[in-house]
């Protein structure tokens, strides 16, 4: 069973930057894609970007707009998502999860990370 620990959330102001990182370790961490995700509450999960472990192919979501950057470092292990000029609708937990295909559709997940909090205030 692979786990995937989160960190780097936490309080940003409106146009502000933080960078996330995903720590994967167990059974088949070395196989899967990892992806990020976000989810508000009352809001359904939102695909953010996924990279291939293999590979290095990134794939991105729609509202990322080209301010997100997803980058892995195979000798530690860790998955890292950058985010840039955040604004308060961006508020959410961010999950990493491991996933059978390089898709961020929220399907064929094997594990989720616990999230992250990110709060944008204004």
């Not at 530690?76 to 390089?102: Q, R």
Request: proline share 2%.
């Amino acid at each position: 069973q692979v786990q995937l620990v989160e960190s780097g959330g936490g309080l940003v102001q409106t146009g502000g930057s933080l960078e996330l990182s995903c720590v994967v370790s167990g059974e088949g961490s070395n196989y899967y894609s990892i992806a990020w995700f976000r989810q508000a509450p009352g809001k359904e999960r939102e695909g953010l970007a996924c990279i291939d472990s293999s590979s290095g192919r990134t794939i991105y979501g729609a509202s990322v707009g080209g301010r997100f950057t997803i980058t892995r470092d195979n000798d530690k292990n860790t998955v890292y998502l950058h985010m840039d000029n955040l604004t308060p609708e961006e508020t959410a937990t961010y999950s990493c999860a491991d996933t059978i295909i390089p898709a961020i559709l929220g399907t064929g997940i094997d594990s989720w990370g616990k999230g992250t909090l990110v709060t944008v205030s204004s």
